[in-house]
């Protein structure tokens, strides 16, 4: 199976980053699409743009720092993952 990765960012703020993020994100979830969308941004921004079903008690900073992916992911309604 092929892998896309896309990395949206700008050092301008307000730009649309995340606004940019969440859509096709969501269009590829609602399909059963898998694969997670990652927000670096110490604003959880994307988190806003859909329900979150399970919220994730870790986050990106306990990934880089400890390599344990457990309890960094939440869960979206629709199936999306987001770290
Ligand atoms: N294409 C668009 N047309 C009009 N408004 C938009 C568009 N894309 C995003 N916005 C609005 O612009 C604002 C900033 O969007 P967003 O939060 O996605 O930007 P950002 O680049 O992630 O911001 P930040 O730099 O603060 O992280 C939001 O209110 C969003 O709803
Ligand atoms: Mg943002």
Same mark, same amino acid.
């Given at each position: 199976?092929?892998?896309?990765?896309?990395?949206?960012?700008?050092?301008?703020?307000?730009?649309?980053?995340?606004?940019?993020?969440?859509? =096709?994100?969501?269009?590829? $979830?609602?399909? &059963?699409?898998?694969?997670?969308?990652?927000?670096?941004? #110490?604003?959880?921004?994307? +988190?806003?743009?859909? =329900?979150?079903?399970?919220? $994730?008690?870790? &986050?990106?900073?306990?990934?880089?720092?400890?390599?344990? #992916?457990?309890?960094?992911? +939440?869960?979206?309604?629709?199936?999306?993952?987001?770290?």
């Amino acid at each position: 199976m092929q892998q896309l990765t896309v990395t949206i960012r700008s050092t301008k703020g307000g730009v649309g980053k995340a606004t940019f993020a969440a859509n =096709p994100g969501g269009m590829l $979830a609602d399909p &059963g699409q898998r694969g997670p969308l990652i927000d670096a941004d #110490i604003q959880p921004t994307l +988190s806003s743009y859909y =329900p979150i079903e399970e919220t $994730a008690e870790q &986050g990106l900073t306990q990934l880089i720092t400890t390599g344990e #992916i457990a309890d960094c992911i +939440s869960k979206t309604a629709i199936g999306m993952m987001i770290l």
